[in-house]
């Protein structure tokens, strides 16, 4: 099970943290990604981290903006974003990688409920 936290409301250049805490069957994560998806649009990549390696993998219209974190104490991520732009409002979810391109959500297993976050200009 994923929950997510975080989301909210902020206006464009600030910034906001997610975090997506996981509990019950962990011991088998390798990769935790977060992805979101806009009204009307599909759901798009953001950002994924390796557990191990900590390799990041971020979208390019992220990168230098976001962070994504792991919290090596416990299965969870983070999501640091800065600069926030109006299209950047989305819906975000984070995800267990189940294997193949981080970039795809076919290649994640389980899902977050989401957390809103809204960007006013």
């Known amino acids: 099970q994923l929950q997510a936290s975080g989301g909210g409301l902020v206006q464009a250049g600030g910034s906001l943290r997610l975090s997506c805490a996981a509990s019950?069957?962990?011991?088998?994560?390798?990769?935790m990604g977060w992805f979101r998806q806009a009204p009307g649009k599909e759901r798009e990549f953001v950002a994924a981290?390796?557990?191990?390696?900590?390799?990041?993998y971020y979208a390019d219209s992220v990168k230098g903006r976001f962070t994504i974190s792991r919290d090596g104490a416990k299965i969870a991520i983070t999501l640091q974003m800065n600069n926030l732009k109006p299209e950047d409002t989305a819906v975000y979810y984070c995800?267990?990688?189940?294997?193949?391109?981080?970039?795809?959500?076919?290649?994640?297993?389980?899902w977050g409920q989401g957390t809103q976050v809204t960007v006013s200009s």
């Open positions: 995800a267990t990688h189940r294997g193949g391109s981080y970039n795809y959500s076919e290649s994640y297993d389980y």
């Open positions: 019950g069957r962990t011991r088998n994560i390798r990769t």
């Open positions: 981290i390796n557990w191990s390696s900590r390799n990041q």
